[in-house]
């Protein structure tokens, strides 16, 4: 399974950098291949300064050897090896009326003396907009919900569920966005075989050009000013503060001695924080900040 998931990372990187050179008619991703000196590697793919793009990173990576003992200690388990892959991408656009778009689809085993003990899947994608468009909304929910459907109808209410409790400023009390899928630690079980999770994670990766390309095309030449501007940036400082507080794969890469500028990448290029800042009340931007208290249910 490890050499099949990996395969497919690699496959899907390729997919969706095309695309998104395509979207921008600009920028070129940079290929970035790296190591890791205790086992594996990966690339970095990062397109910056683009027409569409301010920055974006689509990476693969793919490490294995001893398991850190901070980790081994959350699994319970001591003296195993680890293998996990994974792709994880973050696409910034310029334009403030279109969404910032997170997604990231891994694998995990473990060892021990050898022989596999323990292995999982997990993943998910979601969308944080800094101006609200219903219809972009519940585009992206839609391709969600159909996309799990085809696995298992309880899927989407229960990923969407883990999603808005997993993208949550808790010390803002709002959510990062307007949500997603978001789950981890897929286990083959008696329902689902590992080969089902991998059909499930594939077809997710697969989904998520359908999901996010429309909503971009709708939205990447529209008018702003620079009060947009200046609220996107702010908005993109809670994105900072979610990745760098509360997000469990930028304290795993920290914690295996991952390649920073790739655990990085994640974040925007200009955020601010301006003290005490609330929107005008009616206002678009206070409208969003409204929708970020709770939970909504988009299809």
């Known amino acids: 399974m490890k050499n099949k998931f990996s395969n497919y990372i690699d496959e899907l990187q390729k997919n969706i950098t095309d695309v998104c050179e395509k979207l921008d008619g600009k920028s070129k991703f940079i290929k970035n291949p790296w190591k890791r000196s205790e086992g594996g590697g990966g690339l970095t793919m990062v397109?910056?300064?683009?027409?569409?793009?301010?920055?974006?990173?689509?990476?693969?990576?793919?490490?294995?050897?001893?398991?850190?003992?901070i980790i081994a200690e959350q699994l319970n388990v001591n003296g195993a090896d680890f293998f996990a892959c994974g792709l994880s991408l973050v696409l910034h656009p310029k334009n403030p009326m279109a969404p910032t778009v997170h997604a990231n689809f891994r694998y995990f085993e473990t060892y021990k003396d050898g022989a596999l003990i323990d292995q999982w899947f997990g993943g998910g994608t979601d969308l944080t907009p800094y101006y609200l468009f219903q219809k972009d909304a519940i585009h992206f929910h839609e391709v969600c919900k159909k996309t799990c459907d085809r696995h298992n109808k309880g899927f989407y209410q229960k990923y969407k569920r883990k999603c808005d409790e997993y993208f949550w400023n808790s010390h803002r009390n709002e959510a990062r966005g307007i949500g997603g899928l978001f789950f981890d630690y897929c286990r083959p079980n008696k329902k689902m075989s590992i080969n089902d999770w991998f059909l499930y994670v594939s077809d997710l990766g697969n989904s998520f050009l359908d999901s996010y390309v429309p909503i971009i095309e709708r939205r990447k030449k529209l008018s702003y000013n620079d009060e947009?501007?200046?609220?996107?940036?702010?908005?993109?400082?809670?994105?900072?503060?979610?990745?760098?507080?509360?997000?469990?794969g930028t304290l795993f890469g920290l914690k295996t001695n991952g390649r920073i500028e790739s655990i990085f990448i994640s974040l925007p290029p200009k955020a601010q924080w301006v003290y005490d800042f609330n929107p005008k009340k009616n206002s678009e931007e206070h409208k969003l900040v409204e929708i970020l208290k709770s939970p909504i249910k988009w299809v």
Do not use: A, M, T
Not at 47 to 69: A, M, R, T, W, Y
Not at 228 to 247: A, P, S, T
């Open 228 to 248: 947009n501007k200046k609220w996107q940036e702010i908005r993109r400082g809670r994105y900072v503060e979610f990745n760098l507080l509360h997000d469990k």
């Open 47 to 69: 397109i910056e300064d683009g027409n569409v793009f301010e920055k974006g990173g689509v990476n693969v990576s793919k490490i294995f050897g001893k398991l850190p003992k």
